[in-house]
């Protein structure tokens, strides 16, 4: 508990693969609570990726969806992907210009709306039970 405590209050990321970690096992099929689901719920840095698809059969997009039938939301999901660009190993001025069009193809071209939307939960249903669709 408290290297996870340290891992959120130092903001360490966290590269998720859904779909790969129940096919190696590392979280069992029975496991209703996948860990990515807590790491949303607790605003944790996190960012999910295909892994490997030619083992999975799958792209992002099909990650996203997992993420979505487990009670993500448009928000948490748009928070992860900004968090994996924030995460990239790319030097200053391409992690800039990433982080500028993702604010562009999100709609959120001014920096403040995007801290207002990631900080506030802007845009998540107000039943967390009703997950909506989008296409990443």
């Not at 496991?31 to 944790?44: D, G, I, L, S």
């Not at 030619?54 to 748009?78: H, K, N, P, R, Y």
């Amino acid at each position: 508990p408290s290297l996870y405590h340290d891992c959120k209050t130092n903001k360490i990321h966290f590269l998720t693969t859904p779909s790969l970690s129940i096919l190696n096992t590392s979280v069992p099929a029975t496991t209703f609570y996948h860990p990515v689901v807590q790491f949303a719920e607790e605003e944790m840095e996190f960012s999910i990726s295909s892994g490997l698809p030619v083992i999975t059969g799958g792209w992002t997009v099909q990650e996203f969806d997992l993420a979505q039938s487990w009670g993500l939301t448009e928000t948490q999901l748009a928070s992860s992907t900004f968090s994996a660009a924030r995460a990239s190993f790319l030097n200053d001025q391409d992690k800039k210009d990433l982080m500028k069009e993702l604010r562009k193809i999100f709609g959120i071209e001014d920096k403040v709306e995007l801290e207002i939307f990631i900080n506030h939960k802007c845009g998540q249903p107000d039943d967390p039970r009703k997950v909506l669709k989008t296409s990443f």
